[in-house]
């Protein structure tokens, strides 16, 4: 098993693109999970998916941000216009249920 | 609510020394618990879990026993390595259909040689 698949690894931007990151869970896990990492804020869950449909979103910080779940392998997160405070590493994390997550590798945002 | 409390970093030990890193937790219930490990660069890993009161969960000469009455689950390894340096985040998840998982803030460990 590969494992929760993130991309891009590392991205940098300019203030006011559009930023989109992916990520792939693992086959059968019917979670998806997408955190911030910041020093600041340590991990902070965005939203999460269950079965395809997002369930709480209530941690996306501001209308900017947009995820998307079209089918079981495929996740995106969306950050439009990007703002230098959304410099973070993002993480994607993906579980079968209550007994633990499986987390990718991240994506470390830079917007300058 | 939920929330998890673990001891302030940064931990600096020498190799071979015994590490503990104290976590807490509020929680309704009995929620699962997890230790999570992050090394430089990279994803959170399951390091250990517990899922019942009294229940040890051990991995990779790292323990932690789920204790009930004192809302605890502390982390503990009896000789630590320099490759044991990383960042570690005690979690929990509540009981029911909600998985979502709760993290600490997370404790920064350096063993040196």
């Known amino acids: 098993d590969a494992g929760v698949i993130q991309s891009p690894r590392h991205e940098v931007t300019e203030m006011g693109q559009e930023v989109t990151l992916r990520c792939k869970p693992i086959?059968?896990?019917?979670?998806l999970f997408w955190y911030r990492q910041t020093m600041m804020r340590g991990l902070e869950l965005l939203i999460y998916?269950?079965?395809?449909?997002?369930?709480?979103d209530s941690g996306m910080p501001e209308d900017r941000f947009s995820a998307k779940m079209p089918n079981a392998s495929f996740s995106t997160l969306k950050i439009q216009p990007s703002e230098p405070r959304d410099s973070a590493v993002y993480f994607c994390?993906?579980?079968?249920?209550?007994?633990?997550?499986?987390f990718g590798s991240g994506t470390r945002l830079t917007v300058v | 609510g939920n929330s998890v409390t673990q001891m302030e970093g940064p931990v600096t030990l020498s190799e071979e020394a015994f590490l503990t890193i104290n976590c807490t937790y509020t929680?309704?219930?009995?929620?699962?618990l997890f230790w999570y490990v992050q090394y430089p660069g990279e994803g959170l890993q399951l390091l250990l879990k517990?899922?019942?009161?009294?229940d040890k969960g051990s991995n990779k000469g790292f323990e932690a026993t789920y204790r009930k009455e004192t809302t605890s689950f502390h982390l503990e390894k009896g000789s630590v390595q320099v490759s044991d340096s990383a960042v570690y985040f005690c979690?929990?998840?509540?009981?029911?259909?909600?998985?979502?998982?709760?993290f600490g803030k997370g404790t920064l460990l350096t063993v040196n040689p």
């Open positions: 994390a993906s579980s079968p249920g209550r007994h633990g997550y499986t």
């Open positions: 086959s059968g896990h019917d979670y």
């Open positions: 998916f269950n079965n395809n449909v997002p369930i709480d």
């Open positions: 929680a309704t219930g009995y929620p699962s």
């Open positions: 517990a899922t019942k009161a009294d």
């Open positions: 979690a929990l998840t509540p009981r029911g259909s909600n998985y979502k998982l709760t």
